[in-house]
């Protein structure tokens, strides 16, 4: 299992509202979050910001519950509640900067979040489509100093991508 810090910020519009870190511990109690419509979730890991190459998800009613690589999934580090009646997304900042959606590992449309059926896990891998949308996100108040350099490592990866075209 990883060892550095993994943090999911919860994002409304263009403003991250809140930050939370989560455990490594996998006997403790799990991070809950009440998902937002339309909320996009961001998971990072380390002081970099890029996302885990690996989760695993699970729903349970209208809850997800989010395993970081090298736990189960029955002991989630994350709970999303009531995501599935609120439309989220769950994205991850490549190593270029760029932002990515997970997807399902085995690339069957099943597998995916918005289709999962109650009590079905899925592994998850950072999809290959780039997400737009991203620029000019803004931190809310209360949040600490790690998502405003999050945000400026993204627009790097950004700026490396477009001098790089």
Known sequence: MNTQAVNIAVVEGKTITSTTELRSNPQGKPA??????????IL???ENGVAPENITIKRVGKNLHIAL?????????????????????????AEDGTYHEYICSDADQDHSAAFLM???????VLGADKLS?????????????????????????LAGALLGA
Request: net charge negative; proline share 7%.
């Open 32 to 41: 809950v979050i009440k998902a937002i419509p339309n909320g996009k979730y």
């Open 44 to 46: 990072a890991e380390g």
């Open 69 to 93: 690589e090298g736990t189960d999934p029955d002991q989630p580090q994350v709970i999303i509640e009531d995501f599935f009646d609120n439309q989220g997304q769950l994205v991850g900042v």
């Open 118 to 124: 109650d009590g079905e896990s899925s592994p998850q």
């Open 133 to 157: 949308g991203f620029d000019g996100l803004i931190a809310g108040s209360g949040i600490g100093w790690f998502w405003p350099a999050l945000l400026g490592l993204a627009g790097l990866g």
